[in-house]
């Protein structure tokens, strides 16, 4: 079957459409990409042809397979004998000056989000104060909106790393010989002044990964406005959340409104309040992730009460290999602040020596103690750990 | 010599030069070179991703630029940079012979070093069949992708003090990256993608074929077999091709002609290197392979 030339265009163009309503970004321009491609490489061999457009659309690798499966099912011979009315459809809504929004429904079109920022007042009085103090599953439902607030308006400043790259500097003391020339051939030419460079500051990127389990059930919704709120003051931060399994959530965090992005992140879990296999989630996040997300040195803030139901030995294991590739490993348990409390939790204990600090996360002054701490992770040694 | 016009001469091309693609990757790069965009390969190390911009050098008979990205790396390494020392010694020269001394003498082509995105640029505008190797993109900071984008999209450089140096016909490109971090959109989009999967056990076979051709075939055999099931286990860092081919390479200079469990235990380190990646293998058995 060779299609002729109008014919395949057709076709791409409500194949394009298709693609988009699954969620690929697919500008015009690629579209003219699509139908170059299928002119270089003939429609003869499906196969070619798949592989061509998706050499042009997909920018991902965990694009590959549901492209491919789009692919197969629009191509995949039915679909294509009946095109021809869809396309006309296309062409009378285009015609009729709408925009033409044929073929599928686009799906899950965002409402509207309102972006005017509440102004909370911040521990403003002895009420805030006082909630600043009580652990997270203490709070009735007022005082665990007042909490949410103080969460999503604390103030993060970032710790920095040096970069690699350099930046001019007056105080610098590397001489910046390429501006220094620029200066010489100016108009203070025989004087050569030096000019000089330093290194650039970094950001040091953080990573969390959250235990979402039944057992952290009434600190998850306070841990992910704390997470969210890192997520938007800091610059360089992956969330993700487990119980039985790891679920990245950076995306779904990234609204700024923090009630909608957590609603849509818990959208995108599976296994909310299940049990907990934080041996596994730690060792999905080192194998799937740690390479992709978890380069320049990251600060790895993991929280989670430590009741495990997988093997400690894995755990330990996957702590290690972990600790390897971080800078540093934060372990803040909700239950730790607690009087009488010991790392005694089957989890925790196993972890516990590939733990740089263990801190306590129940309350918002914990949290608050927290951000303290990771603007100057930079420099500290260890220190929680010997607790 | 001239780019193959098919995707079935293209592949052939390749295995010719020692190069086993597979069919989609065949594809995607013929679809770079026809319609001039960069192809930008993914996938876990030791996959044959860098080979790729070698073989094309050698089927088109055009140079191979490599520019090898770390972190850090700025225009000063990646385009141009004067030659500062000579700037100075000239100056001081035509100072010491009394004349004066104009800007345009210190600031031409002959104070200028070109790196590698300079060099292939002037080449493809001298027509010269060129094939620019941008390796382990990855490894380079955000800031240096910006620069990339402007390259790829118009494959000019404009030096302020000398010129414009535009490649009408740009060079074949072809960028890798390990995926230690994601790759803005707006580079991929100006680029032909291919992830590069590890390769089936029969192709596997015929890359050996190639790539250490003493080995016999039934060898070949158990290697790339033993080498899937390694990859399937739970290992912090699975072995690539080119561990497959060193590893043939170590049997062959141990004068090994199948593999036994005392061969693979004495060549462990060729292929795993981790300490306790080679625990899991020996907790797993090294029978287990065969």
Known sequence: ???????AARNVVVFVRRLRAEGFSVSPQTTGYIVDAATIVGMDNMGDFRAACQAVVVTKHDQIEPFNELFDEFFSGSYVVSLDSVIDRVVQRTDSGGRARIGVAATDVPPEVDETEEVYEVGGGSYGERLMDVDFSELDEDEA??????????????TSVRSRRWRPSARGTVPDLRRTMRLVTG?????????FTQRKQKQRPLIV???ISGSMERYSEMLLHFIHGAQHRFHGVESFVFATRLTRITRQLRRRNPTEAIASAAKAVSDWSGGTRIGEAIAAYNSQWSRRVGGGGPIVLIISDGWDTGDPDYLALEMRRLGRTAHRVIWLNPLAGRAGFAPEARGMAAALPHVDDLLAGGTARNLADLIDLLQSAGRRGRSAAAQ | MSLPSTVDELEAAFVANGYVPERSLSVAIHLAVQMGKPLFVEG???????????????ITGGDLIRLQCYEGLDASHALYEWDYARQMLAIRLLEASGQGVDVHDIMSEEYLIARPLLQAIRRASEGKPTVLLIDELDRADEEFEAYLLELLSDFQITIPEVGTVRAEVPPIVVITSNRTREIHDAVKRRCIYHWIDYPTVEREVAILHKKAPETSDALSRELASAMHKLRNLDLFKAPGVAETVD???ALQVLGEVELSPEAIDATLGVIVKYEEDIQTVRTAGVESLL
Do not use: R
């Open chain 1, 187 to 195: 108009p203070k030419g025989d004087l050569i002044p030096l000019a």
């Open chain 2, 44 to 58: 876990e190390p030791g996959v044959g991703k860098t080979e790729i911009a070698k073989v094309l050098a050698s």
């Open chain 2, 247 to 249: 590893w043939a390479k």
């Open chain 1, 1 to 7: 079957m060779t299609p002729d030339g109008e014919t």
């Open chain 1, 145 to 158: 909106a007042a909490v949410a607030a103080m969460l999503d308006a604390m103030i993060w400043s970032p």
């Open chain 1, 209 to 211: 990964l959250a235990d």
